[in-house]
C-alpha cells in the first residue's frame, strides 16, 4: 500500500525555507511511530533539511544528481518512478516535500495529515485535493501545551475507489 504522511497549516502549507515551520513534538512521535519499520519515500532537499537517513527506515530519495548525495549514508538513491518499485516493506510513505508529494499525489492509497491550527510564512505547499474522494477514516483534535506550539489534529483518509 502506498500511503502519504504530512504536516501542513490552514493553507496547506508545509515549510519554508527548508525548515519545518513549527514545532510540534508529538507530530515527530506520530511520523516515528508510522514509518518505523517501513519504507519512506522523499525528495533531495527533504533530506537535506533533515540532515540524515532516519533510523530504522528505508530511505529513498529523489535526486536528478546522484552525485549530490554521495556523504549520506543508508539511503537509496532513484532518478525517477522506479522510487515506487519492488517495496519489501508493508507499507511506503511519500515523506515529503512539495515536489514529491505532488508528482505522487494520485498514486497514494491513504494519508495520514497533522493540520496544524495556525497559518505561518510559507514557501512550500501540499497539493490542493478533493476531500470528497477520501474517506475519513479518523480525526482525533489535540490543545497545545509546552510541547506543541499550536492546536493540531491528526487525520486518517483512504482514498475511495470508485465502483
Ligand atoms: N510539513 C511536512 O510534513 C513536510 C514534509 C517533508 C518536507 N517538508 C518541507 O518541504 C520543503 C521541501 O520541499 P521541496 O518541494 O522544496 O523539495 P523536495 O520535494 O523535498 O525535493 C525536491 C527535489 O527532489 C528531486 N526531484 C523532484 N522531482 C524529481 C524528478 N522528477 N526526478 C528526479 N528528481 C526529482 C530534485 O532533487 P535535485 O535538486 O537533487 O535534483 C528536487 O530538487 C522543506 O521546507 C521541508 O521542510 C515538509
Not at 519512506?40 to 540524515?52: A, E, H, P, Y
Request: charged share 35%.
Amino acid at each position: 500500500m502506498l500511503s502519504l504522511i504530512v504536516a501542513y497549516d490552514k493553507n496547506k502549507s508545509i515549510g519554508q525555507e527548508n525548515t519545518i515551520p513549527w514545532r510540534l513534538k508529538n507530530d515527530m512521535l506520530r511520523v516515528k511511530d508510522l514509518t518505523t519499520n517501513q519504507t519512506i519515500i522523499m525528495g533531495r532537499k527533504t533530506l537535506d533539511s533533515i540532515g540524515k537517513a532516519l533510523p530504522n527506515r528505508i530511505n529513498r530519495v529523489l535526486t536528478r544528481d546522484k552525485n549530490t548525495l554521495s556523504h549520506y549514508s543508508n539511503i537509496e538513491v532513484y532518478s525517477d518512478d522506479s522510487i515506487l518499485d519492488n517495496i519489501e516493506t508493508e507499507k511506503a510513505y511519500i515523506f515529503g516535500g512539495g515536489m514529491i508529494y505532488s508528482r505522487y499525489f494520485d498514486k497514494c492509497d491513504e494519508m495520514f495529515i497533522t493540520e496544524v491550527d495556525t497559518i505561518v510564512e510559507a514557501d512550500t505547499k501540499f497539493p490542493d485535493f478533493d476531500e470528497s474522494e477520501w474517506e475519513l477514516i479518523s480525526r482525533e483534535d489535540f490543545s497545545k501545551d509546552e510541547h506543541n506550539e499550536f492546536n493540531y489534529s491528526f487525520i486518517h483518509y483512504i482514498r475511495r475507489r470508485k465502483e
